[in-house]
């Protein structure tokens, strides 16, 4: 059963758990792959995504409604996919430190996050790859912008209300993005001249 | 439009939503999540509110007999060190003998 936003409001103050588990029904999908597309792991994003539940779960009674409801879960997604990025290159980093105090073995180039993204087919590896390699060079909130839009396939209007900003500015991040990402593309192509 | 095999191979990179693909959450991913009720339920309600409320009120009265108490030897040490200036100038003639 579907609901709309007001009637599942009505419902998480009348049976929470109810409402919890229906929320898990009709979002468990977006979420997923909102966290997959960031952190692109199966096993990382679903610990994100258990992160995530269990904060929405705690912060029930406070959702009034003010944004939908998908919007309001995608941006505790996308900020809990974020958080968990920020620990695993700051663990990497020490990693690297303790590796040198103990010999000096050679540094693992920074920013490899390994990727076992099942959305991807193995004929698309290399591809994605090299997708993932751009994107990640971009700024944090040009990332953010193409992501939504271009993997989770968001609109303008939705990208613009979960980063909390106009649709202008989320035209003007793309427009960079993209521009960075066939510059950095152009620059790949030239170098290992394909 | 015709591209050439450059601008072909950038757009095909480009276009992510053509090579990555929705991916289904597993059914133990959804039991887990169904499971966050009462795994939160169970870690909190592990303290009985009767007891919090307890121990927070031994604290506090722990706090004020120790504040009163403070006070209290605050000023028996300030009555001590006058009594003892008082009969000291009073006796100071005999010392000088």
């Known amino acids: ?194 | 439009m015709n591209m050439n095999p450059k601008e072909k191979w950038i757009e095909e990179r480009m276009n992510a939503d053509s090579f990555i693909e929705r991916v289904a959450p597993s059914e133990e991913l959804i039991g887990r999540l169904k499971a966050i009720p009462s795994l939160v339920n169970s870690t909190y309600e592990k303290v009985p509110k009767k007891i919090v409320w307890a121990v927070a009120a031994s604290i506090a009265i722990l706090i004020c007999v120790n504040l009163i108490s403070l006070n209290k030897y605050d000023s028996a040490v300030k009555q001590n060190t006058s009594s003892n200036e008082v009969s000291d100038s009073y006796f100071s003639y005999l010392k000088q003998l």
């Open chain 1, 1 to 194: 059963m579907q609901l709309d936003d007001q009637s599942f409001i009505t419902l998480a103050h009348e049976n929470k758990d109810r409402a919890f588990s229906m929320l898990v029904d009709a979002y468990t999908g977006l979420v997923f792959n909102a966290c997959l597309n960031t952190v692109r792991n199966r096993e990382d994003a679903e610990d994100v995504v258990q992160e995530v539940f269990t904060v929405a779960y705690l912060s029930l009674d406070k959702f009034e409604g003010k944004s939908k409801l998908s919007t309001w879960l995608y941006s505790i997604a996308l900020n809990k996919s974020k958080e968990f990025l920020r620990s695993k290159t700051r663990k990497k980093r020490f990693g690297i430190f303790t590796v040198l105090e103990k010999e000096d073995s050679h540094l693992v180039p920074e920013g490899t996050i390994n990727y076992e993204h099942p959305g991807i087919q193995l004929e698309n590896k290399e591809r994605a790859a090299i997708f993932f390699e751009a994107i990640d060079k971009l700024a944090e909130n040009q990332r953010t912008a193409y992501t939504l839009h271009k993997i989770d396939g968001m609109s303008y209007s939705e990208v613009a209300e979960l980063m909390g900003t106009s649709v202008s500015s989320v035209e003007s991040l793309m427009f960079r993005a993209k521009k960075r990402l066939k510059e950095f593309l152009s620059a790949y192509y030239e170098k290992n001249e394909l």
